[in-house]
């Protein structure tokens, strides 16, 4: 096709798309976005509480995670959790430490639903929300165990992971009431 006819197969094109908008603005006010459906709203609405309300049916262990954490998590978080560069250790470190704490899920989060929850909405950062439910849990259980906090074979379901005691549980103080 020549530079020509493409060029005015599309100004009219983008005339036509222009005309469109304009008659809709005109019917529906402004005509900006769309109504918010509800099985778009259930894609944001995925909060896990900490005492584990919110998590989803399913369950996983770590030796399944270890194959999802291998193929999607180790090229930034290294081969055991021990991080690539900037915030991407998730293993071990010591809140306790004299010198300079280091703070991983492991060491400082106090929940361990807040893993799930996390890894659910935000990992990979390059395709976040695109784990099943299944690989959220066996991933989860991955990490707890790389810390030491829960055997490979350590089954994660709502409950199970609503009842582990993270190390660093009681290392926060609730001033939510001080005036
Ligand atoms: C493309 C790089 C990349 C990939 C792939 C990736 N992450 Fe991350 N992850 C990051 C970065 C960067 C951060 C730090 C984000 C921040 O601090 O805001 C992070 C943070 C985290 C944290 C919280 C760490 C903390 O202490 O705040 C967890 C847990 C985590 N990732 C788990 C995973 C899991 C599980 C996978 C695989 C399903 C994964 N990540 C894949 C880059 C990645």
Request: aromatic share 8%; charged share 15%.
């Amino acid at each position: 096709m020549s530079m020509f006819k493409q060029t005015f197969i599309l100004v009219l094109a983008s005339t036509s798309l222009l005309f469109g908008f304009t008659s809709l603005a005109q019917t529906q006010g402004a005509g900006l976005g769309t109504p918010v459906s509800e099985s778009l709203l259930e894609n944001f609405d995925q909060v896990v509480e900490p005492d584990g309300s919110g998590l989803p049916e399913g369950n996983g262990t770590a030796l399944e995670g270890k194959l999802v954490y291998d193929e999607k998590c180790q090229v930034c978080h290294g081969a055991e959790g021990e991080g690539t560069s900037g915030n991407t250790r998730i293993v071990g470190g010591d809140i306790n430490s004299s010198g300079n704490p280091i703070r991983t899920v492991g060491s400082f989060w106090p929940w361990a639903s807040t893993i799930f929850d996390y890894v659910r909405r935000a990992m990979p950062t390059d395709a976040p929300k695109s784990l099943t439910d299944t690989e959220v849990y066996q991933v989860t259980a991955y990490v707890l165990y790389m810390n030491g906090i829960i055997n490979q074979s350590t089954v994660l379901n709502s409950d199970s992971l609503a009842a582990i005691e993270m190390p660093n549980r009681d290392g926060f103080i609730d001033r939510s009431q001080v005036q």
